[in-house]
């Protein structure tokens, strides 16, 4: 989807700096990336900001955002953007969280419940799964890990390459080492979390990949018992990363879901 | 001179194929090879070992933990520290050391470390270590913050051992709002504190900066004299000048009264092959945020695949002329051990002396060897080339006991 024109700014809340790239007109959408930090323009943002505008803040501590050393919770990551929405004067925003992104989705849905208008939760952390656990970032390696958020690695080389450069695997080093600082215990799940979520009354939307190795499934059961109006959407033939294994089925969903309104 | 006896206390006895068939069995290596009549056997083969060593007269037994692996049975060094400290009567008991940032309390372990001072008498060296990645996260301990957990770490221990309590601590890593341990270190300001690293420059710095001594594990003899460059010019910048008191060295030696087969016998410090730790998965023993972000990129290189080892990889004889292994006979190990004192000047040294499927038989004949005929031979050449260790030398606990430090041109500036 050529010619969306994205703009990249810094934008300061709760004294940390963090790099938002923002494009298209509409209805106000925050996209929230994986734990992988994010690739600076994928498909399915431009898939988004044709209907929307559309905001990709890179969360601080990874990609293009520097590190808070003071962070200590995912939940920390929430209140900062709760800050940044304020900052930008964006009111009632849907919400899309894309895996590790999904749980910072939630936390933000359960600590301003009228300040959304649509929860997307895409193989969503934060929950601790009731059958299988979360993927371990500790003991996989680079590769494995980033190969494991896909059902089709031939996506996976047509997104990252085949043998994704250095400075990729130094971005992923970097993510990883935020990720442990501040999801390391318990690993990528809050256990207040589902009790939070039950002010969450707007529209909720759970999708998740029939091959998702990351996540596992059965935590979208938790999730849609937790979110008093919630849905489940399953994408075959899918990974943990279906916005980028995806990007045209998963973009299709959110817009029917959310509408043009 | 202080001169010790090492083993890692491998537990060699596990099918050899299936740990070669698995790969890196440091971490993740099924613990269903692990025969528990084996480890009993084991563990006090190594109590007799020591017993040996103490006989035979070595300055001190030094001691070490590792977790999940079969390179090393020690799960907790204070415990054979504390079997030491009741059985044996004139050795140090040298931990180098108890990794700090695995401690949830460090109070505790300023008890332990007491009472095994107490019950020693007075013989305790408490080193302490970072731990390397795979014990941070057999432990589950968070490797992004093992630097500050170990620096916030000794400073509570430390204060544990020297503050009148009760006190209250609140770090960022530790909260104690009663600190008042009814176990307090005999010696006294507190126990010496040696600090063993293989090479991370902020390890050697910190070190420096306390004026604690640093044990070099087994680095090649250009590697040494590069880390005592760095302790030097940081002991310097810090009032005082480094000398052998705070240098150590821990070296692979086996000896044997038969010089091919003190060589047989050596190829088993190679028995993981060829790693200290077996082979490991650089993902495992370097989690993200453990390592010093300089060496980030080398590291994520290496660790995809993409680059060799920047620590090397080299072969047994390659090693052996290199002196990072020697075997042989006292006479020809005392002669190749002479060159190493020469050139890096320590002032503690360690002789790891069996490894591997070493038999008891051998590993015996190793420590009375090392005993009876290498360390008084070793004593005299310390003589002659003045190297002195901390208890001969006297030297301070630690900087802030000091009383032969200059005011640096830093610290004058400032």
């Known amino acids: 989807m050529a010619g969306v024109n994205w703009t990249d700014s810094t934008i300061e809340a709760a004294g940390t700096n963090i790099h938002v790239s923002r494009a298209g007109r509409g209805r106000p959408l925050l996209v929230l990336h994986h734990e992988t930090g994010t690739l600076d323009r994928l498909p399915f943002y431009d898939a988004l900001a044709a209907q929307y505008d559309v905001l990709v803040p890179h969360h601080p501590g990874y990609s293009r955002s520097p590190r808070p050393d003071w962070m200590r919770s995912v939940r920390d990551i929430a209140v900062v953007y709760r800050g940044m929405l304020s900052e930008l004067k964006v009111a009632k925003p849907a919400l899309v969280g894309l895996g590790f992104g999904g749980w910072i989705a939630a936390e933000m849905a359960s600590m301003a419940p009228a300040d959304l208008s649509h929860l997307v939760l895409v193989g969503a952390m934060g929950i601790k799964p009731p059958q299988g656990d979360i993927l371990d970032l500790a003991i996989t390696g680079y590769m494995d890990y980033a190969r494991a958020g896909f059902h089709d690695q031939k996506v996976f080389d047509k997104v990252y390459g085949a043998e994704p450069p250095i400075d990729q695997l130094e971005m992923w080093d970097i993510c990883r080492e935020m990720s442990f600082r501040i999801a390391w215990k318990p690993y990528m799940y809050s256990q207040t979390l589902p009790h939070l979520l039950g002010s969450v009354r707007v529209p909720a939307l759970v999708v998740w990949g029939d091959d998702d190795k990351v996540v596992p499934q059965s935590a979208s059961e938790r999730y849609l018992a937790a979110l008093p109006n919630a849905k489940l959407e399953v994408v075959k033939a899918c990974g943990h990363c279906v916005d980028m294994e995806q990007p045209e089925a998963l973009a299709k969903l959110v817009t029917t879901f959310i509408g043009r309104e | ?414």
Not at chain 2, 58 to 80: R, S, T, W
Not at chain 2, 85 to 92: H, I, L, N, P, R
Not at chain 2, 146 to 152: A, D, G, I, L, T
């Open chain 2, 1 to 414: 001179m202080h001169l010790m006896y090492f083993t890692e206390q491998p537990m060699s006895a596990y099918p050899e194929q299936a740990g070669r068939d698995f790969g890196a069995t440091a971490l993740m290596f099924p613990n269903t090879n692990f025969d528990p009549k084996e480890g009993s056997r084991l563990y006090n083969n190594y109590i007799e070992q020591y017993m040996l060593a103490e006989e035979v007269g070595v300055d001190g037994i030094m001691l070490n933990e590792h977790h999940n692996a079969p390179f090393c049975m020690q799960a907790k060094a204070n415990i054979f520290a504390a079997i030491l400290a009741g059985m044996t009567e004139k050795a140090k008991i040298v931990m180098l050391g108890n990794p700090l940032p695995l401690a949830e309390n460090p109070v505790r372990l300023a008890e332990e470390l007491a009472m095994i001072d107490m019950i020693s008498k007075g013989r305790l060296v408490s080193g302490f270590v970072r731990g390397g990645g795979q014990e941070q996260l057999a432990t589950g301990v968070n490797p992004a913050f093992n630097r500050e957990r170990f620096e916030e770490a000794h400073d509570l221990v430390v204060k544990a051992w020297t503050r009148p309590g009760p006190f209250r601590f609140e770090g960022t890593h530790y909260q104690h709002r009663v600190v008042n341990p009814w176990a307090v270190p005999l010696q006294k300001p507190y126990p010496r504190v040696w600090i063993p690293g293989v090479i991370s420059k902020e390890t050697i710095v910190w070190a420096a900066q306390q004026r604690y001594p640093y044990i070099a594990l087994n680095t090649s003899i250009e590697q040494t004299k590069k880390i005592w460059e760095l302790y030097d010019q940081v002991a310097l910048q810090s009032g005082y000048v480094g000398g052998p008191e705070n240098r150590g060295y821990l070296i692979q030696v086996h000896i044997s009264d038969n010089e091919e087969k003190a060589i047989e016998n050596a190829r088993q410090f190679r028995w993981m092959q060829g790693e200290f730790t077996g082979l490991a998965h650089p993902v495992w023993s370097t989690p993200s945020g453990y390592g010093s972000p300089t060496a980030r990129r080398a590291f994520v290189e290496f660790a995809s695949g993409r680059a060799k080892n920047p620590r090397g990889e080299t072969s047994f004889e390659q090693q052996m002329a290199d002196l990072r292994i020697i075997a042989g006979t006292p006479k020809t190990v005392v002669a190749k051990l002479k060159r190493i004192l020469e050139e890096t000047r320590p002032g503690i040294l360690a002789l790891w002396g069996n490894d591997g499927r070493v038999s008891q038989e051998d590993s015996l004949t190793c420590i009375r060897l090392m005993g009876q005929e290498v360390f008084p031979a070793i004593r005299e050449i310390a003589k002659e080339l003045d190297l002195k260790s901390p208890f001969e030398s006297n030297a301070p606990v630690h900087l802030k006991y000091s009383t032969d430090l200059k005011q640096t041109a830093q610290a004058a500036a400032e």
